[in-house]
């Protein structure tokens, strides 16, 4: 049932495998930072080599314990998670962590966090330094911990600045990942961009609140949390679609993906890779659906490769009615 | 294989349909390894709304026809879309997931459940019989209707002491299960001298039919508090437990709870914090059933953390969904805020 | 069935009237602008006389065709919709429209939008003269024009310039619609607040998109269109809940209303009323539960009007935890 | 009251089971006033995804037993999750909605449908007969599979002129509802003097069937073109027309179309658009039934509009929901961009 076997059981197969600047995927389909652990909770139900890559917890500094619960609650087609960026540190993850995560059979992204710049920095200093990983993320967009975090991601500059110093400091490539909370997606890619960035990828969580009616408070514990899930997917591939006009680097893509079609979705508006985040929550097997769906896809619709598809609706478009990239 | 399709080979109400109460029985791979305490992570619908999976405890196994039960109250839209499920569908279920309660090697096990808390404890009873534990319930409700929709019948068929409240004293004592529960405690504790002292206090009528049942044969005498309206507990409960057989008459040495205790608490929050301060205090092994919202069930997503606190009081996070549901109870940190 | 008839039968009413400044509704429940046509389509569905007041759709100075086909698509638990502002105008409202509408039983909100200031002051100072309109609602907010609209929303200087216009040519309440389509929705709020709105009602509809795989384009003919239904929700509360915060306006809260949790949720983070939206698509008899559902929540809570919800899982939170109101 | 929840009656597959059509029948308040044409807009269920009602043409009307048909394709979400809706369950419907089709007082009504846009017409046919009216159907689809799914059976018991195609030629004409239509078009225009050479020219079956029965009595002779493939053809359709009974053999005035002719047309956007450019070129009365994606279904969105031009061709704007679906081909711009 893995894509391989499958490609070799119809003989012509589609290649899978795409390139994002130094970074290469046996195939496109990544596993979104926060949703999958570090890599093994899941292969019960999905072969960890199933995936493209898989992005692991972020990691700032020192340990954090995270918020107090609940920390997630659902909402229409949406989660709704507050878990404040628990994770062991530094430290202890390339203590405990970095090694059973190298000998994953899939590439390993490590997502990191900061509060300051030099969080930052050190992070990427500490873990550039290190063998098996593929590439780092770079979350400026967190938007559950009190302070840093979400600032990073709605201000060019700090991004910028942000991205600029894991850059000096690693020759991994470096992933930039951002946020929807602001009112020009484009401004932003274009300081990460400038920053040095090799990739970008997007989106991470809106930000958003529920209340519990009978107890007349907020339902998670920080009031305040990141929306996830198919509710966003529209938000999502419109800033895909607005990132990929405004800037040349590739995307990996993300927000709500349950199934092939959005994956296509997210590929045919800029993406060059796609993250499945909740979708995993819904569905373990979605990765395994996704690929296997990606590639009836391109064989019906005639394409040798997935790396076809990146931003073909935005080409026909601009072929079809002269609009050329105009903002809709 | 823990991901699975499970045929759906009954589905209705539970009791009275006016409780919202369901039984849901499954045949399929997650019979084979199912414990007592562990759950499973259904996916209600095929429709993105309610998107996420609902953890329901397995409340019965039967390994030989590959079933297990869950049984669930009706709540928000989870368990409303779940409901319309038909049998002769599949159910995609993520399971047996989390550790389950430890199964004591001997000794006595008291479960004490509040209100749907009762659901998980069945197995457990099941287990601990199988295994020739002394088994005895303590279980507060809503009302009657409840806990008779719930499963107090099957429970009877058990044949182990029952000690039930509920909070419109309609069976058994009035008040949440900490009145029966505490009531037997402290009268084994106290012993028989102060009893008709606290009989005099006015203390529950289930205490005072516990101790009834210590003093004598259970359901001969009643004693002032009892005089007072349960009856029907007195032919109900007491009967149950004097069929039960399993104990010698009085159901509990006299005097001290025993030796070899272990709880297994599951219900609400605070009706759990109060229940496992009572039994942590007197040294008792209290094994609690958390319940915290989840996305992902299997501890990739921290979605579920709680505090808990080793021997020194140093604190850190336990997933609920893997490290849980069941937790020792003197590890919790009841306090929501940290 | 309808909530007056409801009062008296039980005796002890729960006063629904709200205050929202100059405008005083007989109850907190309002269509949503765009959705509700101009009051009597749905009048064989939902009586008219069920709101408190009806928003009508956004009017321009000229006519407007609107956007080509398809201007609408469903996604997860929500409506993307890029109807493009189609709309008789300003002259034509006024002849066949307005006396047809200052007859209906409920308060008369009439929306409007332009693509300049002079377009916002225009239609003020011609609106504003005009018998049976209980306020206009300034639409500095929508996604599906190309030009304007969304510039509005999205720069507090556009946005108090334009309410500032409005407010000098009209008497009457002016209620700000604050486009979700940005950094820092406080900015904005303070602005119009500036501006001299008496009211800021939010949100409108975020902007995304939706790609069609089998077709390789976007759905929509306009490309880009605005999310609104239960999905975008979460968003919607926390907005509300951080413009209370903000100003000292009272506020009308909406996005993905469709039962009285909804609505309560609404008015606990801040809102002293609520639109219904893409509520009325799913089901017309919405309004009608939100009032039943809300007379009753007050009644078990113990609350005697409505407007003691305003704000309440706020101020609560401030007492029980002395956080304040610190964002979360 | 247009608002209602209707009985489900029946609920199941329409056809060929792979073929994905249903046939849902509800009892209530929308068949005492319902017309051909008309839509009910549907509550698929009452979970928030698919969130929208769906659209759905009234198939057949039976006032006397207060029930109205509707068929429809499982397509996509919403369609699926109506598909479980169960007999005896309570549809959340708001209609009838729309215009409808306006039934010509005499003269001949041709039916012209392109696929499941067969599923409006049937309860026009119904009318239109029940009138006396001269009725007479075009109608392509994929396959004969799909075809006698989608209702040929009940079609033929209406004893009206079929004029069948399918892409995959399995029955009728080879290609789409256009051929035989074109066909039977032209050949009441040329008159028979041209007929043999359009045979030769490899006009479709359909074509030179529709000659063949205006020259005899039906399904006696074949031409060249009839010989390749179509006996089954002849034996169902010709034999369902001869059989119709209505009409003097041959079916047609011939050299002429018939003066008083209306067309209802529907079926995908492309083949509307060529059935209505064929119509409206020679003076008939086209009404087509447009699709768009809906909201409200009541006019208050404004998300449905489509552009129509009146006769000095200036555009406007119309909603398909209110001021339609049905519309004259006359009026209708093709060109989406528009
Ligand atoms: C390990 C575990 C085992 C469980 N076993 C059972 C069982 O055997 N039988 C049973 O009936 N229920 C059980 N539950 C609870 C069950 O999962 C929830 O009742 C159910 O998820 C509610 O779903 P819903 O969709 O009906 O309600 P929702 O619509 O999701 O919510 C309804 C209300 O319940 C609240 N709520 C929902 N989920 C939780 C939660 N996990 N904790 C606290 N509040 C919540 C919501 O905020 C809302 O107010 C268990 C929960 C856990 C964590
Ligand atoms: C007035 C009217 C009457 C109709 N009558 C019938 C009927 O009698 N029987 C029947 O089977 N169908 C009918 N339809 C179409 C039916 O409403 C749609 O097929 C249905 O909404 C598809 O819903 P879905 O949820 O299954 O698919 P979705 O999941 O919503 O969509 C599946 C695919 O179809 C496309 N799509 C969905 N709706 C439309 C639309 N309205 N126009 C164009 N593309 C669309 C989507 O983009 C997607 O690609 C009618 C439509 C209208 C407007
Ligand atoms: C529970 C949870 C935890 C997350 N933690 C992180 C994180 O640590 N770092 C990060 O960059 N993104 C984090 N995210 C965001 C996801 O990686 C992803 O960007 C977002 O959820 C949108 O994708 P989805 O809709 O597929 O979930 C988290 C998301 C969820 C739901
Ligand atoms: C089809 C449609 C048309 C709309 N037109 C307008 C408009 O003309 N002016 C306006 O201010 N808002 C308009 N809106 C936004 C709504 O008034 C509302 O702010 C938004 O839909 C969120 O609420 P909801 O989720 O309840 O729909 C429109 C929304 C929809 C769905
Ligand atoms: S539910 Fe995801 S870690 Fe427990
Ligand atoms: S669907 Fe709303 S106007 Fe037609």
Known sequence: MLPNEKKEAKGAGVELEVCLGGLTLKNPVIAASGTYGFGREYEQYCPVETWGGIAVKGITPEPRAGNPAPRLTETPAGVLNAVGLENPGLEEFLKSYLPRLRNLPTAVIVNISGFSVEDYALLARSLGREAGIAALEVNISCPNVRHGGLQFGTDARSAQEVVAAVRRETDLPVIAKLSPNVTDIRELARAVERGGADIISLINTLLGMSIDVEQRRPVLGNLFGGLSGPAIRPVAVRMVWEVYQAVALPIIGMGGITGWQDAVEFLLAGASAVSIGSGNFVNPRVPLQVLEGLEGYCRRQGFSSVQELTGLAQTELARRTHKGFARG | ?338
């Not at chain 2, 599949?90 to 479960?111: C, T």
């Not at chain 2, 009873?125 to 409700?141: H, N, P, S, Y």
């Not at chain 2, 149950?240 to 709880?263: F, I």
């Open chain 2, 1 to 338: 294989m823990p991901l699975c399709y499970e045929e759906i080979v009954s589905h209705g109400s539970l009791g009275d349909p006016a409780e919202g109460l369901r039984r849901l029985v499954l045949r399929g791979s997650a019979a084979a390894t199912a414990r007592p305490g562990q759950f499973l992570h259904v996916r209600v619908s095929d429709r993105l709304e309610p998107l996420l999976r609902r953890p329901l405890s397995i409340a019965a196994i039967d390994r030989a026809r590959e079933e297990v039960t869950v049984l669930y109250r009706v709540r928000g839209r989870g368990t409303e879309a779940l409901a319309q499920r038909q049998p002769g569908e599949r159910l995609d279920v993520l399971g047996p997931l989390g550790n389950g309660f430890s199964l004591p090697e001997k000794g006595e096990l008291w479960l004490v459940a509040g209100g749907i808390g009762i659901f998980p404890l069945y197995a457990l009873a099941q287990a601990g019989l199988a295994r020739g534990l002394e088994v005895r319930l303590f279980w507060g409700g809503e009302s009657r209707g409840f806990l008779e929709s719930a499963g107090l019948g099957q429970w009877s068929d058990l044949r182990i002491p029952l000690h039930l409240s509920t909070m419109d004293g309609s069976l058994g004592d009035k008040g949440a299960v900490t009145v029966p529960l505490g009531g037997y405690l402290k009268l084994n504790q106290t012993g028989p001298a102060k009893e008709s002292q606290a009989a005099r206090r006015g203390r529950s009528a289930e205490e005072a039919r516990a101790a009834g049942s210590r003093r004598s044969a259970p359901g001969v005498e009643a004693t002032e508090a009892e005089a007072a309206g349960v009856e029907a507990l007195e032919a109900e409960v007491a009967g149950v437990e004097s069929a039960g057989g399993k104990r010698s008459a009085g159901g509990c040495p006299a005097g001290q709870p025993p030796r070899d205790l272990s709880w297994a608490v599951c219900g609400p929050r605070g009706m759990m914090q109060a229940v496992a301060e009572l039994g942590v205090a007197r040294g008792f092994r209290v094994e609690v059933s958390l319940e915290e919202r989840m996305a992902c069930g299997v501890g990739a997503c921290l979605g579920c953390c709680v505090t808990v606190r080793d021997e020194r009081g140093r604190r850190s996070k336990r997933k609920v969904c893997q490290d849980g549901p069941v937790f020792p109870g003197r590890e919790v940190v009841w306090d929501v805020t940290e």
